[in-house]
């Protein structure tokens, strides 16, 4: 006998299929069964299992930023639904397409303290694009359910991926039983005419592609942020001919995914420059690709800013935390700019530029002289380590990493892929993240990831273990928070070490045996040492190496690198 709960589940499954849907990540639970049969059976999904929500979906977003498709989560009911909730923050806030079915009893079952049951309708609130409660399935007589599935993930693929990419959430109720009489699901499997999803692509009215040029060339010294995540909006290609024609000036993020390999009118140490120098030309044109940058010493330089400053972007956040912009082009760079009949050509930098050249060489050669000096500071060792990236993809953790890295790493290798997850800067679900970013990337992964950011993600080893993902994870281990040491906070202890700082004194040996992971301990940074690195690399698919560093020293280092008196 046909079992509803697996019917509808099979129809959902095959229209999502048919939408180009490839990922499927289930978390392990009963409620939810009639989904995991119908994912599982159905051909060319790649479905991943999960024991930790939270885990799980971090790793789809990760997997769903990568291929820029959404990727479907499935959960049981109760708590394992609030688990997903700060990963549909991440995905809203950096755009992500996130398809989230989660299980639930039937509507008559709801209310009545029955077991693992919540109110989940609306549970993720507007953190979501679009919301569902679909019907309990039955056999319902006269009622086209198969057309009524079609279209639940007709517009659940829709509101994911247009106009800016986001989470949906569709509720699915189940009514036991959950499971089929029999273990072949031939008869489940039918054929049916699925709906097209035809998207439309913006285009531009060439009177507003004309008014920005006009406002490029008729600057004298305009500037382009290519702040975080700047990568997924534009292609190197299409970058490299506006700049060049634009005449523009690049200050580029470390976490944008690109460096200075462009022209050298890119400029990477802006961090060190603005800190040593306050005499340097300022813009008359700002224009922003990607988010906000992440430096606070651009951040400050920028806050007397007066004149035009013009955001690229179709995200439907209004990127300046800031408040200095007053432009905004809503529409995806690079087809904004591939669209761009660029004539105007001036290729030789202008008076302003020179300067900004200059200092930006200056301070690249400065930062590889003064980083051996001390190879145990943490912005060495992220140096030293870089080196040693290259032909790989890197992801770089929050906290201190990236801010270390935009102030004193001036080179990172074109062969290099950055990325990282940037949308809310959270601490949690960065390995997770990683892992599924990772997956389908076939060179080495690597993630450079601080301490408390990696306990706060542990349960991903798992996955990453039977899986056997290619990742190698460098945990930069300060015992804490090292980037509070930042902060005036850090002077007031107590309450600091304990509820800031945060000391654990774990042994990430033990933690790494546990997963039977190669791993790799260094407690100072030498050429034998990073030899044993290296090998570790080589020689596995996957390793944890964890480097010991003192936060306050490194602090003290980091100032004195980029006082003016240095
Ligand atoms: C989920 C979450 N909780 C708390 C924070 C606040 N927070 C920002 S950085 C940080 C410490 C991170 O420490 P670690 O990962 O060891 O990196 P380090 O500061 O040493 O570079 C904390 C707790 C956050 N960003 N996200």
Not at 45 to 57: G, P, T, Y
Not at 203 to 213: A, G, N, P, Q, R
Request: hydrophobic share 40%; net charge neutral; proline share 5%.
């Amino acid at each position: 006998m046909i079992n509803p709960n697996i019917q509808w589940s099979f129809i959902l499954a095959q229209q999502f299929r048919y939408l180009d849907i490839e990922d499927i990540v289930i978390c392990s639970g009963s409620r939810n069964s009639p989904l995991t049969l119908a994912f599982n059976d159905i051909e060319n999904f790649n479905c991943h299992s999960f024991i930790d929500e939270r885990s799980a979906s971090f790793f789809a977003i990760g997997l769903a930023k990568n291929s820029n498709k959404p990727v479907i989560l499935i959960s049981t009911s109760g708590t394992a639904v609030g688990n997903f909730y700060p990963a549909i923050m991440e995905a809203k806030h950096a755009n992500i397409p996130l398809i989230v079915i989660t299980a639930d009893r039937s509507h008559e079952e709801r209310l009545y303290g029955a077991n693992q049951t919540t109110d989940q309708i609306k549970i993720y609130g507007d953190k979501v694009k679009w919301f569902v409660d679909l019907a309990t399935p039955s056999n319902l007589n006269g009622v086209d359910v198969k057309l009524y599935l079609k279209k639940i993930a007709a517009q659940a693929y829709e509101h994911s991926m247009f106009d800016t990419n986001g989470p949906i959430h569709i509720n699915f109720p189940f009514r036991k039983p959950l499971e089929p009489t029999q273990l072949d699901l031939t008869e489940y499997r039918i054929d049916f005419k699925p709906i097209k999803v035809i998207l439309p692509e913006y285009t531009f009215d060439s009177k507003y592609i004309k008014s920005l040029i006009d406002r490029c060339t008729s600057s004298s010294f305009p500037i382009l942020l290519l702040g975080p995540d700047a990568h997924r909006e534009i292609s190197k290609d299409v970058l490299t001919k506006f700049v060049s024609q634009l005449n523009l000036t690049v200050f580029v993020d470390p976490l944008s995914g690109f460096k200075s390999d462009i022209s050298d009118r890119f400029i990477l140490n802006y961090d060190v420059i603005l800190s040593k120098h306050d005499d340097l030309p300022t813009p008359d044109l700002i224009i922003q690709i990607g988010m906000m940058p992440i430096s606070s010493v651009l951040q400050n330089w920028l806050s007397k800013y007066k004149h035009d400053w013009i955001i690229i972007s179709n995200n439907s956040n209004f990127r300046d935390s800031i408040s200095k912009s007053n432009i905004w082009y809503k529409a995806h760079p690079n087809s904004f700019f591939s669209q761009t009949p660029i004539t105007s050509i001036e290729n030789e930098p202008n008076q302003s530029v020179k300067p900004w050249i200059e200092k930006n060489q200056f301070y690249s050669k400065y930062l590889d002289v003064e980083l051996k000096k001390y190879p145990n500071f943490e912005g060495s060792i992220l140096f030293e380590l870089m080196q040693k990236m290259t032909n790989c993809q890197l992801i770089i953790g929050n906290s201190s990493i990236p801010r270390l890295i935009g102030e004193f790493i001036s080179k990172i290798d074109s062969s290099t892929v950055i990325n990282s997850m940037r949308g809310l800067s959270g601490i949690d679900g960065m390995v997770s993240y990683s892992l599924g970013h990772s997956l389908k990337f076939h060179a080495s992964n690597f993630l450079l990831i601080g301490d408390l950011s990696f306990i706060h993600d542990l349960n991903s080893l798992l996955f990453m273990k039977q899986n056997n993902i290619s990742m190698h994870i460098v945990v930069i281990n300060n015992n804490g928070g090292g980037i509070f040491e930042r902060l005036p906070i850090s002077k007031f202890d107590p309450p600091y070490e304990q509820f800031l700082f945060h000391k654990h004194n774990l042994n990430f040996e033990n933690i790494a045996k546990s997963f039977n992971i190669p791993y790799l301990k260094i407690e100072s940074m030498t050429k034998i040492s990073l030899d044993s690195f290296n090998k570790n690399v080589v020689n596995n698919n996957q390793s944890i190496t964890e480097i010991l560093t003192n936060a306050k020293t490194s602090e003290k280092i980091r100032r004195e690198l980029l006082s003016n008196k240095s």
